[in-house]
């Protein structure tokens, strides 16, 4: 599509939407606003906007429709897979200063907030109520980041995603209408379920200016332990029986030695050197995640396990799943020569063994130094794979590998993502994975943004 570049008099028009220091063009803040977490190309908006209000961001969304110029809505830009990249220039709309928790309402197990606020604040608000929000991806994403990516995270194989606690949402659209979608109750059988549209739409069909989400009880009792086994095989082999055993984890992580020895090197955790589960249950009473954990046990030592340390303190847990959700960036650090790409896919439990195998065959076959974490309770692998900056063909190698993979991963009825999205490094794969649907995706994204200024260039392929 053809775009127009931003002009003096745009900006004009723009300084009588915001006040100007709400309008940036300076380019420490445009390189800020280029590139999100990902080793996905740095791409330069033309002009950073902090909105703080619906009404505001509706006006921005109007102006832009109108004189079509694309927009990109941003939270805290954590996202892996270039979704928040303005490919196309023109609008950062930075959500920062929409950070406010709107009301709380305990006896409905719901809260209201604006998209910038991050979801450990948001908890920490939450503390002395006894209720959280359980999607927990790591990094301190905001809730409209969350939203637009349907984030999960750790806690995902026992409390879901966000979808699962996104009960209203308030969006303004391309021509600057503000669109109420679902309400506070928690269920309901009115209607399409447009809400749902715009979960994981990575701000392609509009932008979320608040949300009322589902809270639930936080535990009453937390215990963890830790599992290690000869192969990853075997490990995959206990996820499946762990699973199939109804014993309902509230995280199920199984890691490869290579990441276990870097956890150990930057947190000092003297874990053992071999694929180990990471499992973490939640519960009323001691005595109940004793047996859940005493079968937990007994599944892992069925498999082959080597070993299984229960009981861990939450002193020594919160440890661990600190040092795993720091992952991502502690193997930045250890190969600051190399670009990382993170590979996000996910399959059914049954062929979740298979593509272990098949990610290690890759590997090993090609030389290539990689990472295996996995929320294994639901199928979720990240293989991070180094390539080197200064050898083209090595990245080139690495992104072959990781299309084979993505590839084998929808083979086996699976998703080219599981929880970071399409942006730039899976649209290639939608229309493999969708088929005749993805044509019906296009229609509905027509309908919502006809000049198709919200994000343009992610979730449907360039060439299509």
């Known amino acids: 599509m053809d775009y127009r570049p931003v002009t003096p008099e745009d900006l004009q028009e723009l300084a009588r939407i915001l006040p100007p220091e709400r309008i940036s063009t300076g380019e420490s803040q445009l390189d800020l606003h280029a590139r999100d977490q990902s080793a996905h190309p740095a791409c330069r908006p033309e002009v950073v906007l902090w909105p703080e ?5 509706a006006r921005l969304l109007r102006f832009a429709d109108r004189r079509r110029i694309p927009v ?11 979704n928040p990249i303005p490919v196309c220039r023109g609008l950062v709309l930075d959500f920062s200063r929409m950070n406010r928790i709107l009301a709380v309402r305990e006896e409905d197990f719901q809260a209201d907030v604006q998209p910038g606020v991050v979801y450990q604040d948001l908890n920490d608000r939450l503390r002395h109520t006894g209720l959280f929000f359980p999607p927990d991806p790591g990094a301190r994403a905001t809730i409209g980041g969350m939203i637009a990516n349907n984030a999960s995270g750790t806690r995902t194989v026992l409390y879901g995603s966000t979808r699962d606690y996104v009960l209203r949402l308030v969006v303004a659209l391309a021509s600057g209408e503000i669109l109420e979608l679902g309400t506070r109750a928690n269920k309901s059988s009115s209607g399409y379920a447009l809400l749902h549209l715009f979960v994981g739409s990575e701000g392609t069909l509009g932008l979320v200016v608040e949300a009322t989400l589902r809270l639930v009880g936080a535990p009453a ?6 599992a290690t086994f000869p192969t990853i095989a075997a490990a995959a082999r206990a996820v499946f029986e762990i699973k199939r055993a109804g014993l309902n984890p509230a995280a199920l992580e199984l890691l490869g030695p290579e990441c276990v020895a870097l956890m150990n090197r930057e947190e000092a955790l003297e874990l053992a050197l071999a694929p ?35 009981g861990l303190g939450r002193a020594e847990r919160d440890r661990i799943f600190k040092a795993r959700h720091g992952l991502g960036e502690m193997i930045q650090r250890n ?12 399959v059914p439990l ?3 063994g298979e593509l272990l195998a098949a990610m ?10 990689a990472y295996t974490l996995s929320h294994a309770g639901n199928g979720n692998v990240h293989l991070n794979i180094a390539g080197r900056k200064d050898d083209p063909a090595e990245w080139e190698l690495v992104q072959q590998v990781s ?14 993502t599981g929880e970071h999205g399409v942006g730039l490094g899976k649209r290639r794969y939608m229309p493999l994975q969708h088929g005749p649907s993805l044509a019906w995706m296009r229609r509905v994204k027509e309908l919502f943004d006809p000049r198709g200024i919200l994000n343009p260039g992610k979730i449907f392929p360039v060439e299509d």
């Open 53 to 57: 209000t619906a009404e505001e961001t």
């Open 72 to 82: 990109v809505g941003w939270g805290a830009g954590s996202s892996l897979e270039g």
């Open 221 to 226: 009792e937390v215990s963890a332990a830790v």
């Open 276 to 310: 180990t589960l990471f499992l973490e249950f939640h519960g009323t009473g001691a005595s109940q995640l004793a047996e859940g954990l005493e079968a937990a046990a007994e599944i892992c030592a069925a498999a082959g396990g080597l070993d299984f340390r229960p």
């Open 335 to 346: 190969h600051p020569e190399h670009r990382i790409l993170v590979m996000d896919v996910a």
């Open 350 to 352: 049954t062929a979740y």
């Open 360 to 369: 290690g065959e890759e590997v090993r076959a090609h030389g290539l130094t």
């Open 403 to 416: 299309g084979r993979i993505v590839r084998r991963a929808i083979a086996l009825g699976g998703t080219a």
